[in-house]
């Protein structure tokens, strides 16, 4: 188990979300928002990356501005160094991507099992809108990773939003095209 004073929270806003909730929920003394009302740049789900730089420690927790998380004891429990721990978030349909690793509804992972991950993505793919938009993807499948059975809570009044990524009529395929590179580089060793 790791203790929370050695961990980050990075979450990732648009700013257009209430964050207290999720700042009422964490155990985390370092907090780092990448906010992108207060951001020269717009990097998409990758600034999430982006802010770990930020991060006082090496290993951190991440979710997104939509959920709230509270079984941090939990999560610290079942961490290990140089995993990817994920709270399971595919619901009742993974859609082909079980075996990516999610961290919107919570995971802990150290940084520089992230920046290797997008090292080894980026030997072999451009950096692109898909990067950019699908950072996730790229980080869960090319993590060392476990998912475990945690709940979270979805805050729907914000992830309903049409102006939300998820709900965007072309994501569902950039998401597949992104994680299809990934799983391309992890399965060539």
């Known amino acids: 188990m790791i203790d929370a004073s050695k ?4 979450l990732i806003t648009r700013g257009d979300v209430d964050l207290d909730p999720i700042f009422a929920s964490l ?6 928002i990448w906010d992108g009302r207060e951001r020269d740049e ?21 979710q997104d501005d939509d959920c709230v998380f509270t079984h941090h004891a939990a999560l610290l ?22 075996d990516v690793a999610l961290v919107h509804g919570g995971a802990i992972v150290d940084r520089s099992c992230s920046l290797r991950a997008f ?23 090319l993590c060392p990773s476990r998912q475990i059975p945690l709940e979270y809570e ?22 597949h095209e992104i994680t299809n590179r990934a799983r391309a580089v992890r399965d060539s060793g």
Not at 27 to 32: F, L, Q, T
Not at 55 to 61: E, G, H, L, Q, S
């Open 154 to 175: 979805i805050r729907m009044e914000v992830a309903q939003r049409p102006s939300r990524m998820c709900n965007q009529p072309w994501q569902r395929d950039l998401k």
């Open 77 to 98: 429990a079942a961490y290990e160094p140089g995993v990817l721990t994920a709270v399971y978030g595919h619901g009742d349909n993974p859609d082909g991507l079980e």
């Open 119 to 141: 090292d080894k993505y980026l030997a072999s793919w451009p950096v692109d809108e898909g990067f950019y938009r699908e950072a996730d993807m790229i980080h869960g499948t």
């Open 7 to 10: 961990v980050s929270a990075v």
């Open 42 to 62: 717009q990097p998409g789900t990758y600034g999430r990356y982006l802010a770990m730089y930020e991060a006082k420690n090496d290993t951190v927790y991440l």
């Open 27 to 32: 155990p985390y003394d370092n907090v780092v």
